[in-house]
């Protein structure tokens, strides 16, 4: 499989490839590995009827990621035309709140999708169609799937969880970044005592800056009862300090962001970045 060493710079595979970038080492130097996706169904050798091509796909993402992720911590850069269309809309300055907002859900609902690929639990059966008995999978209810938003900006980037994942709880985290230290204060932790078991996790933070607030939010998770791999981090922007913290730190966690931004200024924003995603979205 073929894959570039970069530093923290982004080297954009074609449109049928979606990026990956992970963590060979915790201990390593600020590195990272591209590896170009073999996830896209036109990358996937198939004949057949067309629920014969079906399972030869999910087969073949199932082996991929086996071989990709082990216990090194993944960052998903969807190629997706939409998924860049959105992120321009929240980069122009001239965006007003209501649209700001709204672009921000959309693109919330896009990542959304692709990290729950391969990754909800699902129940098997049939059901009676108007027109014969037909075999069907859903999603399994039984199975604890949960969205965790960071206030206040996470809020409009889930905003749509509810309507792609069926059966889902919300737990509400409150955070506050100092501006003068960038460390953050929790102010409201609606977090279970303790997530069930097996549970799958969504945590939502719209700027992934300095890597402080990620941080926190991700080892509070798991003081209550998650591990790495149980948890999927959802973006709009990432930088390289807060990606290089979550790697040390949290082997085998996977995060998805619309776009990786070279660098963080000495206030702790993303440049180019968008601005502050919180003030925004909610026009306060």
Same mark, same amino acid.
């Given at each position: =499989? ?70 090194? =911590? ?40 692709? *990290? ?10 049939? !059901? ?17 799937? *949960? ?27 409150? =955070? ?30 719209? =700027? ?5 607030? !990620? ?26 300090? *807060? ?27 993303? !440049? ?13």
């Amino acid at each position: =499989m073929a894959s570039c060493r970069l530093h923290f710079s982004l080297h954009c595979p074609s449109q049928s490839q979606t990026p990956r970038l992970s963590s060979r080492n915790p201990t390593s130097p600020p590195l990272l590995n591209l590896i170009p996706s073999s996830s896209n169904p036109q990358k996937v050798s198939y004949s057949g009827t067309r629920r014969r091509r079906s399972l030869t796909v999910k087969a073949h993402m199932t082996t991929q990621e086996k071989a990709v992720s082990g216990d090194r =911590m993944l960052v998903f850069v969807p190629p997706h035309p939409l998924i860049k269309h959105w992120v321009s809309v929240l980069r122009n300055e001239q965006t007003p709140c209501p649209i700001f907002k709204n672009a921000m859900a959309e693109l919330g609902r896009l990542l959304i999708y692709e *990290a729950s690929r391969d990754w909800l639990p699902t129940v098997t059966g049939e !059901i009676q169609s108007p027109m014969g008995v037909a075999s069907v999978e859903f999603i399994d209810p039984r199975e604890p799937v *949960a969205v965790v938003p960071i206030l206040r900006a996470g809020l409009a980037l889930m905003e749509h969880a509810s309507s792609v994942l069926p059966a889902t709880k919300t737990y509400h985290l409150g =955070m506050a970044r100092d501006e003068e230290t960038l460390l953050p204060t929790i102010y409201l932790n609606k977090l279970p005592a303790k997530f069930p078991e097996g549970s799958r996790v969504f945590l939502f933070d719209p =700027m992934l800056a300095t890597g402080g607030t !990620i941080v926190a939010a991700v080892d509070l998770l798991k003081e209550h009862g998650l591990a790495n791999k149980q948890i999927k981090v959802i973006s709009a922007v990432a930088a390289p300090p *807060a990606l290089q913290k979550l790697s040390e730190k949290f082997p085998g966690l996977h995060v998805y962001t619309g776009i990786i931004d070279p660098t963080v200024n000495d206030k702790g924003f993303i !440049i180019p970045g968008l601005g502050d995603a919180g003030d925004r979205s909610f026009g306060t």
